[in-house]
Nanobody
Framework: QVQLVESGGGLVQAGGSLRLSCASS????????IGWYRQAPGKQRELVAIIARDGSINNSASVKGRFTISRDNAKNTVYLQMNSLKFEDTAVYYCHAKADFGAEYWGQGTQVTVSS
């Protein structure tokens, strides 16, 4: 069982920056994927960015060039640096991980609110 705890959300003006952190109770280098999803009010949860065990990264087209995912294996933590934030980035951001045998884990979510 892996527990994921997000932090770093908050209120920011458009054009500003935030950095989200996801601390894992398990060793993240052993996970197949770990990353971020988000869900805005009235919308489906969507992929933001994920990083695979081999270090390859997949970003949503809507955040390319603005958001950067990274990981620190020693701290078992994944980060999402969010720059040039837009009003439409407002959502609850969830940390998500996939392990072997189909196991999936979600964090409790952290609210990001961008004021226009």
């Amino acid at each position: 069982q892996v527990q994921l705890v997000e932090s770093g959300g908050g209120l920011v003006q458009a054009g500003g920056s935030l950095r989200l952190s996801c601390a894992s109770s398990g060793m993240i280098f052993s996970l197949n994927f770990i990353g971020w999803y988000r869900q805005a009010p009235g919308k489906q949860r969507e992929l933001v960015a994920i990083i695979a065990r081999d270090g390859s990264i997949n970003n949503s087209a809507s955040v390319k060039g603005r958001f950067t995912i990274s990981r620190d294996n020693a701290k078992n933590t994944v980060y999402l640096q969010m720059n040039s934030l837009k009003f439409e980035d407002t959502a609850v951001y969830y940390c998500h991980a996939k392990a072997d045998f189909g196991a999936e884990y979600w964090g409790q979510g952290t609210q990001v609110t961008v004021s226009s």
